[in-house]
């Protein structure tokens, strides 16, 4: 719209209905290089811009900016580290924003980073609600698998062998079993 073979092109002005004033000036400023240093917050708010408009290198800027952050949080590196619940809303919302922009090296990095959490963690995030349900359904899923792969492959220690368990338990109930018989039947 910006560069191709638009009637807009040529207008000296150009509306832009539904749109903030502020949020589209970061957007025009994202363009420029140097020009604006990138939050969390003003990524928020240009992304959608950027996906609208289909500028490219905006988007490659976000998702690099997003993907740094995430490093940081993983490292634990204070201030970005809060607490693992601040965490884990960046992870969905990194995720939906890999889910409905197509950044796919954003989308892989968030989806194997929430792997390791508990659905109730997440389930309520406003991110997650708004994710399409596929990608629900492929992240539940391939949690469900991951859990499953584990229990099946956990190498347990020989004193939580499920034998050597169950036959501890019939031991003890024969053990119980001799006592009670010999309360109600003495000798």
């Known amino acids: ?24 000036e970061l957007f025009l400023r994202c363009i420029f290089p140097r020009e604006y240093t990138l ?23 976000c998702e690099s900016w997003l993907l740094t952050e995430l490093e940081f ?7 970005h580290h809060v607490s693992v ?5 960046f992870l969905i919302k990194c995720f939906y924003y890999g889910s409905i922009y197509c950044l796919e090296e954003l989308y892989k990095k968030s989806f ?7 659905l109730e963690r997440y389930v309520e995030n406003t991110h997650y609600l708004m994710l399409p349900e596929k990608n ?10 991951k859990i499953e792969n584990d229990v099946k492959t956990r190498r347990f220690p020989d004193e939580y062998d499920v034998k050597s368990i169950l036959h501890k338990c019939e031991s ?5 079993l001799e006592f009670k018989e010999a309360e109600v039947y003495p000798q």
Do not use: C, Q
Request: aromatic share 8%; hydrophobic share 30%.
């Open 85 to 89: 619940d601040n965490d884990v809303a």
């Open 172 to 176: 003890w109930l024969l053990t119980e």
């Open 136 to 145: 629900k359904r492929e992240l539940t899923e391939t949690r469900l698998l």
């Open 73 to 79: 949080k993983e490292a634990k590196v204070h201030p």
């Open 39 to 61: 939050t969390e917050a003003r990524i928020d708010e240009i992304l959608p811009l950027a996906d609208e408009y289909d500028v490219k290198s905006i988007r490659h800027k």
């Open 1 to 24: 719209m910006l560069t191709g073979e638009f009637k807009e092109k040529n207008t000296p002005e150009l509306e832009l209905p539904g749109k903030k004033y502020s949020s589209f």
């Open 112 to 118: 194997d980073s929430i792997l390791p959490y508990k």
